[in-house]
């Protein structure tokens, strides 16, 4: 379902690249692991995948990512929204309206379906997230865990094939976090969704991961430049 074949990531300016020579494979139905240190990549991996980088970071992709086959470099963002949803790790930077209901229902405002379609899909998403009680509540006022789950949500009404998401349960306590990550069993469980989470907090997450995939860590940058001349004393 995500594959990518030999990929590198250059942002413009930067000294080196920010992805080299990445192979992966997740297949359909799966939930794979993204692990490393900070800065190793993980959000330019993620970004190539939902197709943000590089059609908004701007930066140089070679190499072949597809999605459900798509390539892509061929798909800005927009085009690749039906089959790819992002999550973040701040869910409050995500929204854009007041209540739990009309949070859900606005992902897919952009995608042209009736009425009655876009009302059984939000009701089919509350039920699925545990947020029924919820969906009249300002999101402002849910706690971290229910934010997430609001965020994941969202991004699960137009039926994505596809979840990414960059260390959702960062900003959670160990119970909201366990929240979270049993609705993503769920949704791999239940609709066969194929999930890509990066995580620092390898042992928070690694009880549910079909695949493992770790960045190395660049290897030190050879210092550059003439060393200071030796002082004759
Ligand atoms: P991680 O998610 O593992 O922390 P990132 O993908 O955010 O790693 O970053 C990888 C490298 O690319 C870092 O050195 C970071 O500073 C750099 N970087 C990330 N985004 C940009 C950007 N938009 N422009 C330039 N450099 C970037
Ligand atoms: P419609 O377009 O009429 O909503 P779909 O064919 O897209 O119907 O979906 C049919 C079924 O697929 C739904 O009843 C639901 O159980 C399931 N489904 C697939 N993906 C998702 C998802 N991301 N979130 C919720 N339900 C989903």
């Given at each position: 379902m995500i594959r990518f074949d030999n990929v590198s990531v250059v942002y413009d300016?930067?000294?080196?690249?920010?992805?080299?020579g990445v192979d992966l494979a997740v297949p359909e139905g799966e939930l794979a692991l993204l692990v490393g240190?900070?800065?190793?990549g993980k959000s330019t991996l993620l970004g190539a995948v939902s197709g943000?980088?590089?059609?908004?970071?701007?930066g140089t992709l070679r190499g072949r990512v597809t999605v459900g086959g798509r390539d892509t470099r061929d798909h800005p963002p927009r085009e690749l929204a039906d089959l790819v949803g992002t999550v973040g790790q701040d869910p409050l930077s995500h929204f854009?309206?007041?209540t739990v209901e009309d949070e859900l229902a606005y992902g897919m405002?952009?995608?042209?379906?009736?009425a009655d379609t876009m009302r059984r899909r939000v009701e089919e998403t509350l039920d699925l997230l545990g947020l029924a009680d919820l969906r009249?509540?300002?999101?402002?006022?849910?706690?971290g865990g229910q934010q997430q789950r609001v965020a994941i949500g969202s991004v699960l009404t137009p039926h994505p094939r596809v979840l990414v998401l960059d260390e959702?349960?960062?900003?959670?306590?160990p119970a909201a976090a366990e929240e979270v990550l049993a609705v993503l069993q769920r949704l791999v469980h239940d609709l066969g969704t194929t999930i890509l989470l990066a995580e620092h907090r390898l042992e928070r997450v690694i009880q549910y991961a079909d695949q493992v995939i770790v960045l190395p860590t660049p290897a030190a940058t050879p210092l550059t430049g003439t060393p200071p001349e030796m002082m004759a004393i």
């Amino acid at each position: 379902m995500i594959r990518f074949d030999n990929v590198s990531v250059v942002y413009d300016g930067a000294p080196a690249p920010a992805l080299s020579g990445v192979d992966l494979a997740v297949p359909e139905g799966e939930l794979a692991l993204l692990v490393g240190p900070s800065g190793v990549g993980k959000s330019t991996l993620l970004g190539a995948v939902s197709g943000l980088v590089p059609h908004f970071t701007g930066g140089t992709l070679r190499g072949r990512v597809t999605v459900g086959g798509r390539d892509t470099r061929d798909h800005p963002p927009r085009e690749l929204a039906d089959l790819v949803g992002t999550v973040g790790q701040d869910p409050l930077s995500h929204f854009v309206t007041d209540t739990v209901e009309d949070e859900l229902a606005y992902g897919m405002e952009s995608l042209g379906l009736p009425a009655d379609t876009m009302r059984r899909r939000v009701e089919e998403t509350l039920d699925l997230l545990g947020l029924a009680d919820l969906r009249d509540r300002p999101i402002a006022s849910l706690s971290g865990g229910q934010q997430q789950r609001v965020a994941i949500g969202s991004v699960l009404t137009p039926h994505p094939r596809v979840l990414v998401l960059d260390e959702p349960t960062s900003a959670l306590d160990p119970a909201a976090a366990e929240e979270v990550l049993a609705v993503l069993q769920r949704l791999v469980h239940d609709l066969g969704t194929t999930i890509l989470l990066a995580e620092h907090r390898l042992e928070r997450v690694i009880q549910y991961a079909d695949q493992v995939i770790v960045l190395p860590t660049p290897a030190a940058t050879p210092l550059t430049g003439t060393p200071p001349e030796m002082m004759a004393i």
